[in-house]
């Protein structure tokens, strides 16, 4: 994960705020949730909590567990 994306995430939501559509934020972010202290872990919650975002799947996302967005 690089700062880049804690910077390009925030202005591509400000940029969408204009339209009327739903955001739906897919793919792997490739952020270990399940370590909950983890600076990363810790700012995108943050990030997504303030855009009232929230996860939907309730499953192992990886062969090896874990789920990457809750």
């Given at each position: 994960?690089?700062?880049a994306?804690?910077?390009?995430?925030?202005?591509?939501?400000?940029?969408?705020?204009?339209?009327?559509?739903?955001?739906?934020?897919?793919?792997?972010?490739?952020?270990?949730?399940?370590?909950a202290?983890?600076?990363?872990?810790?700012?995108?919650?943050?990030?997504?909590?303030?855009?009232?975002?929230?996860?939907?799947?309730?499953?192992?996302?990886?062969?090896?567990?874990?789920?990457?967005?809750?």
């Open positions: 994960m690089t700062g994306f804690f910077t390009e995430l925030p202005d591509l939501r400000d940029r969408r705020s204009t339209f009327a559509d739903a955001l739906v934020l897919t793919g792997d972010v490739n952020i270990r949730l399940e370590r202290t983890d600076p990363a872990t810790v700012e995108f919650l943050e990030l997504i909590a303030g855009y009232g975002l929230c996860q939907q799947v309730s499953c192992a996302t990886h062969d090896a567990g874990g789920i990457r967005w809750t």
